[in-house]
Nanobody
Framework: QVQLIESGGGSVQAGDSLRLSCAAS??????LGWFRQAPGMEREFVAA??????????AESVKGRFTISRDNDNAKNMVYLEMSRLKPEDTAVYYC?????????????????????WGQGTQVTVSS
């Protein structure tokens, strides 16, 4: 059974930092990514990382402030999102997502449709 469980969300002030974690288990995962959805908005890509070789992609809005990393060393694949210099516009529900179809160690999926499995989401609220 595939499970993606996010943790680490919360309420912070603008300029603060926050670290999100996602534990992915149940099968082999290729790209692991983070998306977010603000109220009344469509879900948008935030960051993603390949299975190996550390290939990463970021949305322009978070480049230089967010860092994605992953740990494949145990049965639970962990993916992290270090968020710094947070802004009120970063407020959203953040979702962890897993690509299981690409079969590539280097490929970084960018589109939501490329991800088959999703977590339940964790709320991040940034106050000004």
């Amino acid at each position: 059974q595939v499970q993606l469980i996010e943790s680490g969300g919360g309420s912070v002030q603008a300029g603060d930092s926050l670290r999100l974690s996602c534990a992915a288990s149940g099968r082999t995962f290729y790209t692991l990514g983070w998306f977010r959805q603000a109220p009344g908005m469509e879900r948008e890509f935030v960051a993603a990382i390949s299975r190996s070789f550390g290939m990463t992609k970021y949305a322009e809005s978070v480049k230089g402030r967010f860092t994605i990393s992953r740990d494949n060393d145990n049965a639970k694949n962990m993916v992290y999102l270090e968020m710094s210099r947070l802004k009120p516009e970063d407020t959203a529900v953040y979702y962890c997502a897993a690509d299981v179809n690409s079969g590539s160690l280097r490929y970084v999926a960018l589109r939501a449709g490329e991800y088959r499995h999703w977590g339940q989401g964790t709320q991040v609220t940034v106050s000004s």
